[in-house]
């Protein structure tokens, strides 16, 4: 069965740092790319970030540029999501995904097949 498991979100000051945590099992992490997305009520879910199966390349949205980084350790099949210099903007809850990559750099929410269930950040000015 697959999953992905989402963790480390949380309230947080604008200017502050979060980690998240994306936690996969049931498929070989490791032959996937993984992207990262966030969504606010009403609005469409947005990219973030994604990075290469093997963790060599990595795609950022504007929103994320100079202030996130993304990562994985395909050991612990689990990737990451630095978020720096928060900002309250930033506040949404946040998804990560994965697939074969097929492209480069994946960044239509329509080009991952496997979702986490989200973790909500919510940034207080």
């Known amino acids: 069965q697959v999953q992905l498991v989402e963790s480390g979100g949380g309230l947080v000051q604008a200017g502050g740092s979060l980690r998240l945590s994306c936690a996969a099992s049931g498929f070989t992490f490791s032959e996937y790319n993984m992207g990262w997305f966030r969504q606010v009520p009403g609005k469409e879910r947005e990219f973030v970030a994604v990075?290469?199966?093997?963790?060599?390349?990595?795609y950022y949205g504007d929103s994320a540029k100079g202030r996130f980084t993304v990562s994985r350790d395909n050991a612990k099949n689990t990737g990451y999501l630095q978020m720096n210099r928060l900002k309250p903007e930033d506040t949404a809850a946040y998804y990560c995904a994965a697939n074969v990559p097929r492209s480069w750099p994946q960044r239509s929410r329509f080009e991952f097949n496997y979702w986490g269930q989200g973790t909500q950040v919510t940034v207080s000015s």
């Open positions: 990075i290469s199966y093997g963790g060599l390349s990595t």
